[in-house]
T-cell receptor
Framework: ETGVTQTPRHLVMGMTNKKSLKCEQH?????MYWYKQSAKKPLELMFV???????ENNSVPSRFSPECPNSSHLFLHLHTLQPEDSALYLC???????????FGQGTRLTVV | DQQVKQNSPSLSVQEGRISILNCDYT??????FLWYKKYPAEGPTFLIS?????DKNEDGRFTVFLNKSAKHLSLHIVPSQPGDSAVYFC???????????????FGTGTRLTIIP
């Protein structure tokens, strides 16, 4: 039990679909993150929410849209994705920015 | 430009021996370093960290060494066990700085295989 739970674990979607990834943490942390892990690349930070305020990575395409309704929940809304968006999407939380992050198990996303 | 580099994509070590995983960084503002371990189909798990005021931190079989002048850190696992087989990520941040938007920057990972 990592304290950070992601659903679904696996997702296959077409390029015209709209789907959402969900992340939940019960660690009392103030910061939550979405990371993307592609093969042979570093973990890429996509979005940070700290105290429910968003810090956006400017290189993230607008087809990815995060939502943080409260400090325990984080969503990543997906629409009109491309096949190259297929990757493992990891949610993480930490007490504060830059401190030890606790990761969920990830959602393996395949765009067909 | 990659600020955190793990130049060895893979490493194989005999069980019982020492595993040494290396990490280099380029940003001199980094002052907090972490190692994560990742099994297949799971998210990374925090393993050990070190702040720049130290040059060594030990936790059981795991020791992290930091050489600030060389901008290099290493993770030593001794003795290595089969359960240590995983991908190890090095990460860095400027935790104690006032840069505001600082975050963990990860390396590409090193796949460690412990040979029984």
């Amino acid at each position: 039990e990592t304290g950070v739970t992601q659903t679904p674990r696996h997702l296959v979607m077409g390029m015209t679909n709209k789907k959402s990834l969900k992340c939940e943490q019960h660690l009392g942390h103030n910061a939550m993150y979405w990371y993307k892990q592609s093969a042979k690349k570093p973990l890429e930070l996509m979005f940070v929410y700290s105290l429910e305020e968003r810090v956006e990575n400017n290189s993230v395409p607008s087809r990815f849209s995060p939502e943080c309704p409260n400090s325990s929940h984080l969503f990543l809304h997906l629409h009109t994705l491309q096949p190259e968006d297929s990757a493992l999407y990891l949610c993480a939380s930490s007490q504060d920015w830059g401190s030890e992050a606790f990761f969920g198990q990830g959602t393996r996303l395949t765009v067909v | 430009d990659q600020q955190v580099k793990q130049n060895s994509p893979s490493l194989s070590v005999q069980e019982g021996r020492i595993s040494i995983l290396n990490c280099d960084y380029t940003n001199s503002m980094f002052d907090y370093f972490l190692w994560y371990k990742k099994y297949p189909a799971e998210g990374p798990t925090f393993l050990i960290s070190i702040s720049s005021i130290k040059d060594k931190n030990e936790d059981g079989r795991f020791t992290v060494f930091l050489n600030k002048s060389a901008k290099h850190l290493s993770l030593h696992i001794v003795p290595s066990q089969p359960g240590d087989s995983a991908v190890y990520f090095c990460a860095a941040s400027a935790k104690w700085s006032n840069f505001g938007n600082e975050k963990l920057t990860f390396g590409t990972g090193t796949r460690l295989t412990i040979i029984p």
